[in-house]
């Protein structure tokens, strides 16, 4: 850099002074013949002329001036004798608070997804569709409100749409794909699930699909049938014990030998009777205690897609952000947000 300064003239007008001006005329720094500020200095045109591969003719541009002075303002904590002063550390124009405040709106619900899928946390595979359907539900609805960052939430929307795109061809918000391939998430076992989840039941379906009245009792039908097909095709008979087989067993050696319970016969309850009983009482209670609790719908439990853990699900899906437990690095975070790393 000096050895460019020495062999080329630059010319400077009232309205463009030299790029060292702009480091080291601020009070509470250090002058610009300070050691310290010249580590300073250098470190930052390091960065920009080798690392960002800058040519040394940008320095002549009044944009890359004016670049500097908010630079040097901005980063004047790197000094210590102004480390200490909240003001310099303070976000102080408003267009950068309403940024902020729009960037927490944004992304406040993915963490709170986030935290509702922890490994750690006793959560099963039903809260991925009401999850990923709440989410979409969001960014739908501030995309005509956002003023700053329409951006990010149309790339936040368009990624979602295509990590899940099977929960939205099931749910009929998105169309098959023309070319064949299998859309990531289209297993009908996430459906099931949310609906067998007394935590959502079928509510998930009025609230969050996005859909016209009448596709929407399509999607509750199908569903329903897609949970009674599997409950039908995992029912056990249950033998019928008569009462002579019943006295013959009463007969037994032992002191208590009759002391038993006779077993009804089959009443003729049907699975279909049975889930619309259970549509009925499913009331936000805790799925496993629930179903734990519940022997007495046999059809229904029997299904097998309340067993599964939903945290491989959403580190599949790329929704757990947490630094700590994917030990990401500031670029991966980065382009995490950006929906960079989503395309696929």
Wanted: proline share 5%; hydrophobic share 40%.
């Amino acid at each position: 850099m000096n050895k460019y300064q020495r062999n080329k003239s630059i010319t400077n007008d009232a309205q463009q002074p030299s790029v060292s001006q702009f480091f080291g005329n601020q009070d509470g720094q250090y002058s610009m013949n300070h050691p310290q500020q010249k580590a300073i200095t250098n470190a930052i045109l390091s960065d920009l002329v080798v690392d960002c591969s800058l040519p040394l003719s940008i320095f002549e541009n009044k944009s890359f001036g004016h670049f500097l002075t908010v630079v040097d303002r901005k980063y004047s904590p790197v000094c210590r004798r102004t480390l200490l002063k909240v003001e310099n550390l303070a976000v102080e124009r408003p267009r950068e608070w309403n940024v902020l405040k729009e960037l927490v709106d944004i992304m406040n619900p993915f963490g709170e997804a986030t935290d509702l899928t922890q490994g750690e946390k006793i959560v099963t595979i039903s809260s991925v569709v009401p999850s990923v359907l709440s989410l979409n539900h969001h960014l739908e609805k501030l995309k005509p409100q956002v003023c700053f960052l329409s951006s990010l939430v149309r790339s936040l929307h368009v990624s979602l749409k295509k990590r899940f795109g099977g929960i939205f061809i099931n749910v009929k918000m998105a169309t098959l794909t023309e070319d064949g391939t299998t859309a990531p998430f289209s297993d009908p076992v996430y459906l099931k699930a949310a609906a067998l989840d007394p935590a959502f039941s079928l509510m998930w379906i009025d609230h969050r699909v996005l859909v016209s009245l009448e596709v929407k009792a399509e999607v509750l039908q199908h569903v329903k049938e897609v949970i009674l097909r599997e409950a039908l095709e995992t029912e056990q008979p249950t033998p019928c014990v008569d009462e002579e087989e019943q006295e013959s067993l009463g007969q037994g050696e032992g002191l208590f030998a009759a002391y038993h319970k006779r077993k009804k016969k089959d009443v003729g309850t049907t699975p279909a009777l049975q889930l619309s009983h259970y549509l009925h009482i499913a009331d936000g209670q805790n799925v496993l205690l629930f179903w734990a609790m519940s022997m007495k719908w046999p059809s229904e439990f029997g299904s097998a897609c309340l067993q599964c853990s939903g945290g491989a699900s959403f580190s599949h899906g790329g929704i757990i952000l947490r630094p700590h437990r994917a030990q990401m690095s500031d670029r991966l975070l980065n382009n995490l947000v950006f929906c960079k790393c989503n395309a696929l």
